[in-house]
């Protein structure tokens, strides 16, 4: 169960309108990595969870806390679209910073949504749910959350590159501090769920019926052999058991072969030259 | 530049058709975290890749390698539904048996694909470029690679528990195998990276611009301090530079407020009992 | 902001297993009217809100509320699917209701969510953000929110009589009873407006600039006149403003014409017997 | 069965192109709340419709009405789209009016659809059905009527204010008029069907199986009491029956508990510090 | 304009009900290549058309025409859902052929529909415009649509053999006798415009600035030369211009080479052993 | 199995950036038409192709040689993107010019992809995996594969002339070509496989059981009779067998007729005027 408060958990206020930037804006909202995402991402995952309590607790702090974000981020695009320069201009006299902006802004801020936020990314696409994920298996999810962040706070720095405004850049950098610290924090909880399950998700399947040959080998499948230099193909495997080991001419399988269709699927007739119904 | 082999990569042949298993394969072919994800998402990480060469080509080896695992899956869906009992049965005299497979199986995989592979997951649900990132920072994609190997063997594991088929089972293995790999391939590659540039995602943005306050802070956003106990709030954070700290009772910022819309919104008029228009 | 408590609103523990209607329970889950629906909608219509205070404070507070409903849902759904029969039978030795079972579950239940709930409807469709509105415009808003409601509620009393199972049966009819209230809350706030705004949306358009003559009239666009005896072709209309009529015979306006396009779009070219390039 | 006649249902007729007008007039011919929602709807509700016959042939009077809008908007777009400007300038003699329109125009509009309509939004986000509902409960879908033809109007008097060409407003004049009566006319007929049914949507669930003691209170979920003071916390409900009451601190239900997943879904194992594999 | 009559175009009415076979037939109403895809795709063209008037008005008669086969498939699926048995049995008698049935259902059928039809295909997914196109090119677009007339009259000849209801088969010998003209209509409009245009779209594209080296050959990317044996490698071109030739060894082009992106993106840093920020 | 070369199928290297014209570009990339549709679509029909061995390698041939025209256009984007002008400029100082670029750019290129191609079309629209066919028959597939290619070359065409870019302009000179050679690619497989199994897909659908009245009609179902005077209703049909006739005014089935349903669904009671429950 949840109750809100009135403030905002830190300040959304822009120095200026900005219609343009609004649109952009709205990929850290409603967009694959927006906050939306982690929101919806670390509350299925904490009322999924059947793992420890702790691991429950801490999932949904942060998922609580990432309503207020989106939260935040709507309010500033709000605030951002004022006195968008909506109504059009008498033909012959338009001004090109008046048209630019309408060029670069997203219509629907003025007619869906009377100039408010919505729940779209910087190309007006909707957010949807496949952009999330609670595997039930916390290791696997937890890379899925370091991901999210990482993600995230990429595009939350690039947009602070996009602007200049000093209240934008505010809220901007107390979001850049809490992304660090939400790595920070799924690296940590990656590094305690290792250390008990090993590094290889999911642990609790039996080596034996894995194909052993071919699970320590990177295959090369193109010219040249640049990709033999890296970490990923010299010395001890990063789960600790297996050694990595380099193939330069990976051999191959089964050549496939499919049995003719029934004739009621009515694909295509063998083709002897004869009609098959005429 | 593609070329391509009859070979497949491994073998594919089930020991006797399934089209109700066939239904559920199809996630790992086109789902959120199937081959088809992987494959597209290295295949454009390694096309708008601006890194060194050994990444470039390491990502196109195993890019390249995924569309043989879609091959792989494509081919083994195709034989599981040789045989699918398409056919009504008379009123009267209905088989639960057939029934039983007729209600689990994917009605299009008839009707659509004519007992063939189609590029969805298990629910019908088309493949979608959503899935995929390339961020053109490799550290962040490292990690969405790492969590996509994740989820992907996870979900393996998972169809391997589902079937008792030698021929399925003896496929799995080989695809289990590889996402070990795989998870092992991008560990290494995170490893390198974060010892280059640090283990947060941008590692080029200045901290000073960042809210240096909340950087490292655990927010309790719950009743209940089950989430004071774990690794991601005691200690050194694992960018080895802040240090964890736990906030009871997190703080809060502005009151938002938000203008009165312009009247070219027709938003929502001032309710002082008069009716503007009538 | 918000904050989370770890009780649930109302109760949500079933009797006994049962994976099959976890599927359906999905759809108001993650459906078209299901709770993310209305959670996402009723907070971004309050983070938008520019009218007077006590609505702002009002949509935050059934927002909030919807929040917990899908808590409930999502935790329910988890506990049906405890024990589902995911594990294959022998070949020749399959239970017909275990069949049954496996056929009606929706498989990514266990591949995909290992037994915990998604954001997906009955479909497994995922649920998205064009659901929502958030239009600026209250009256407008109020309305898709009644209609929400409606078809909310519609949707929990079909599920209701799809059950029997008392436990899930007690958090239905508090659903049930909840969307009752809403419906109620809805049309209060709708008829609140109303008396200020006049029942059509918007109402702050100038009537002069809209076509008069076509205002009040029911247009009959097929054979046969049954829709000449309801009460929207009878007396004043509900806007208390003019009066229905019944247009028989609807006249018409202009013909189309479209220009040839540009030769840069290759468009059909005149079709006078002349192969315009070779 | 249908057909056709030659004449558009009004005029559509532009006084001049205008390409970036275009893309914004999209919205109401292919977006969430346009035209080709409405014409959809209407015609799946009156084709499952199983009520009275004067129901069903007026859902099918306004849903035939409906295509005719569809086709007036699609042909005003053609026409909106006469001339654009797609070729390319030369470098350094770039015109930035020319560019403020390139820059406003969906570039779709000329490249897949040469200078012609799409079935698509503002944004060009494709039509989809999930914006439709046939839910075989009359009252309700009216109620989705309602607000489809509130949010239609609204947008379409936006997009008024948006142009100054005489041709473009003589046709939204036209749509906002039939948006008016549209209102009307499901306010009306959701008039006479609360009269038979009461007010509530589904009438026919006994109430004797809902959780009463909720059914008619406003639950405060936030810090203020703001939302104390409308008409859904004071006297009777608008179903006629209950009494309005406001809970300051709603109670709470259960703890949440899951059992820990069976082996074969492979979620997190316990975590006692013993790696369960290697 | 359009205007409806009641009768259908021909008979929809099943000789008894199978929700089962109700989901199936979904496909051919709302599925990528059912009746609301001809339907939309065929009034679009129609409504852009900017060629000769004869084509104009053939596209919109079709156009029309398919808005009646949805109605007609509409109906059956409302038909074929009466007495569904949606209400859940007793624990410990539940009846196989019933729960074959369930599990065989689209439950939404229930949930969402009331026993009604909707816009979607058999796996529930919803129709969306992007299925159709109108390109403003007719010979383009007729050959989209003799493509789904082809896709569809399959899917629909399938879903006969999976009936034996004779009122089922019925309307679908009616369907699949329309399919069946409606290809030989597009092939006959095809074969019209080649004669004036010849056979490749555009054909207003001067073939100067066409790689002509590369215009006829067939590629060969694979081992195995099994390719080089059909029609399309041998004899003259189909346009009647060039001579088809095949390439065993095709050659290649440039080596991509990228620039290091600028800072403001925080790409990957030079990864030279120096962490760029701490 | 497939494995990669360094070099390009041809030359992808534009003169100069130019970020505008990438957002267009990538409708031929991720688009509806674009080359990820085709290759996907060749890759699943040659996967599951049971015909003669010489269609499957023609098949793989050509959806391999797709890859590497996806990997082209990437490349080009990629390099078009170089030096975008992201930074925001200071208020009061802004240059139209570089507003007009930001105005038409997607932005999603910088906070999304850090300057590279993406997997969307022009719209920012995901590619999806319904823009494909592969149905098992390939009468029907090779028409779904001359459409892809005829929209795609006349959408590669309207782009060559939206730049005069001399290297983009060369890409574009060779996909039209090779465009141009793959649909008489598939007119020729369509040529051989119509000879051997008649024009009407399926072929082999018996045609006793279709409804043979209908068979070859065209219905005019508008005003007007300009329909009349095309190849489509005169002389033989295409498929060599019927004879095309006119009906111009088509005769109608039946008169639908639903019945009420059942209680558990809760549609709308009979509106007798009494309140079923209260």
Chains 1, 2, 3, 4, 5, 6 share one sequence.
């Not at 009377?114 to 749910?129: E, F, K, V």
């Not at 595997?135 to 991901?147: C, E, I, T, V, Y």
């Amino acid at each position: 169960m949840f109750s809100h408060v009135k403030e905002l958990q830190y300040n959304a206020k822009p120095e200026r309108p900005d219609p343009v930037y609004a649109k952009k804006l709205q990929e850290i909202l409603g967009g694959q990595y927006g906050e939306m995402t982690v929101m919806m991402q670390y509350l299925f995952q904490g009322w999924n969870c059947k793992a420890e309590g702790k691991y429950k607790d801490m999932i949904l702090d942060i998922g609580t806390e990432e309503i207020a974000h989106v939260e935040m981020i709507a309010t500033m695009i709000a605030q951002l679209l004022d006195g968008a320069p909506a109504h059009d201009q008498e033909q012959g006299a338009k001004d090109p910073a008046v048209e630019a902006v309408l060029g670069g802004m997203n219509p629907q801020h003025v007619i869906v949504n009377g100039l408010g936020a919505q729940p779209n990314d910087a190309s007006g696409y909707p957010w949807n749910a496949r952009y999330t994920i609670a595997s039930g298996n916390l290791l696997a999810d937890f890379r899925a959350n370091l991901n999210a962040e990482s993600q995230g706070r990429l595009q939350v720095v690039r947009l602070y590159e996009m602007t200049t405004d000093p209240g934008v850049r505010d809220m901007l950098s107390f979001l850049i501090a809490r992304d660090k610290m939400h790595q920070n924090q799924w690296m940590a909880a990656i590094e305690e769920l290792v250390k008990s399950q090993g590094a290889v998700v999911p642990s609790t399947f039996n080596p034996e019926f894995e194909k052993q040959e071919v699970a320590y080998s990177f295959m090369n499948f193109s010219e040249g052999e640049e990709s033999s230099t890296g970490r990923w193909v010299n010395g001890k495997a990063l789960d600790g058991v297996g050694t990595f080991n380099y193939v330069q001419n990976p051999g191959a399988g089964q050549v496939p072969f499919l049995k003719v269709p029934p004739n009621y699927t009515h694909g295509t007739p063998p083709t002897n030259g004869v009609n098959p119904m005429q």
